[in-house]
């Protein structure tokens, strides 16, 4: 679907619509209650949230290749309005620090915010994120929208029917195996009198371990298994969640 958008709030309205790349509405100052803490959003969710100030629109990610992908998005807008459009991008070990830095200091720096799906309870309750439950569903096909991307990324609290945001990507785990090793006949035997079933494409963590033992051969310069950890942000676990949560 071509962006036809001719201001900041259109555009920011189309890249939902047309592309769900944005996941949450930010740069509004958290309302308070009566007693003068943050507090939920009010007023109209059936529009875009008023950007912030500034003529040109500041969209804040993480610095990563999808990142890289919207500033191209960004470009083709840009081309098409003359709005000029900044991807922001921060290293992922500073993300979080200068995004919830900017929500305790009330900050319009970002029109837009790429927040984690981690951030979402936090962000709805403080009032950093919009609701924009009535808004979606007259502007975005919510049916094209997997339920539990949907549900898992947006919807606050679970089962409310309440979005405060839009999932732009999920994480899914791919793994690839060398079919050299796996076609071995040596290999085959071994493994086959090792554990009691053939060498072959784990289907179960259980084969996963197996497999990831048997061919743990260092001193060939050989590993059974690697996956991905890192001790940036949520880098020191997520490796290891798909494992705990199966």
Known sequence: MPIRARSRRSFLTSLLAATL???VLSGCPAPTNDTGNAGSTTGSSSSAPPPASGDGIVIAWAEWEPAKQLEVLAKDFTAETKIPVTVQQFPWSDFETKIKTAWSGQSSDYDLVIGDSQWLGKAATAGHYVDITDWAKENVSLA?????ALN?????????GKIYALPAMADATVFAYRKDLFEDEANKTAFQKM???????????????HVAEFFTQPDKKLYGAALYFARQY?????????????
């Open 195 to 209: 554990y009691g079933h053939p060498l072959a494409p784990p289907k179960t963590w259980e084969e996963f371990a």
């Open 144 to 148: 094209d929208i997997t339920p539990a």
């Open 152 to 160: 898992s990324y947006g919807e606050y609290p679970a089962g409310s």
């Open 234 to 246: 949520d880098g020191v676990t997520m490796g290891f969640d798909q494992v705990l949560w199966s």
């Open 21 to 23: 790349t944005a996941t």
